[in-house]
């Protein structure tokens, strides 16, 4: 199994541009989420969905993020403007039933 | 409410010398835990998992971690530290629904393992 695969993994944009995530799950898991993190809060969930659909993403930090998952394959995580603030490491985890999840290598961003 | 305190930001040791990593939770119902690792510039991996079978439980690596609930403790630890076991360390509680489904997980801050040679 190939684990959950993330793209870009490094990813240099300046302020105001747009910027998107890709995630593709493990095969067969029902649930996907993205988290993000900072050294200053460490690991937060931004949003999860469960078959495809979007749960909770009360964690997104404001309506410059967005995320979709249009089939059960694939999840984007997008942000539009980008600010500096944004520079975080970004991470994708897939999980069958919600219980233990497992992780993508993630998307190093950084907002100039 | 749930939370994970993790005793220790940093921990050195020296190659071949047990590890010990300490966590303590509190949760208002039977808890599942587990610890992760994440090598610099990598994904967080799972290291083992507890979830209300045998207390003493067994991850890759040679890493184990043991369960107590007496004093809301679940400490990851390894008999003899490996140069590549220098990573961070994540303890992690998570909260079983009744109705099943997903578990959210709380995270504990993390403990930075150093190994010397």
């Known amino acids: 199994d190939a684990g959950v695969i993330q793209s870009p993994r490094h990813e240099v944009t300046e302020m105001g541009q747009e910027v998107t995530l890709r995630c593709k799950p493990i095969s067969g898991h029902d649930y996907l989420f993205w988290y993000r993190q900072t050294m200053m809060r460490g690991l937060e969930l931004l949003i999860y969905?469960?078959?495809?659909?979007?749960?909770?993403d009360s964690g997104m930090p404001e309506d410059r993020f967005s995320a979709k998952m249009p089939n059960a394959s694939f999840s984007t995580l997008k942000i539009q403007p980008s600010e500096p603030r944004d520079s975080a490491v970004y991470f994708c985890?897939?999980?069958?039933?919600?219980?233990?999840?497992?992780f993508g290598p993630g998307t190093r961003l950084t907002v100039t | 409410a749930q939370s994970v305190t993790q005793l220790d930001s940093h921990v050195s040791v020296s190659e071949g010398t047990p590890v010990l990593l300490r966590c303590n939770y509190s949760s208002s119902y039977s808890p599942s835990l587990f610890w992760y690792v994440q090598h610099p510039n990598k994904g967080l991996q799972l290291l083992l998992k507890y979830t209300s079978a045998a207390t003493l439980v067994k991850g890759i690596n040679g890493f184990e971690a043991e369960f107590k609930k007496s004093e809301t403790s679940f400490h990851l630890t390894k008999p003899s530290a490996h140069m590549s076991d220098a990573a961070e360390y994540f303890c992690?509680?998570?909260?079983?629904?009744?109705?099943?489904?997903?578990?959210?997980?709380?995270f504990g801050a993390g403990t930075r393992l150093a190994v010397h040679p």
């Open positions: 992690v509680v998570s909260v079983l629904r009744p109705s099943g489904g997903y578990n959210k997980l709380i």
């Open positions: 969905f469960n078959n495809n659909v979007p749960i909770d």
């Open positions: 985890a897939s999980s069958l039933m919600g219980v233990e999840q497992y």
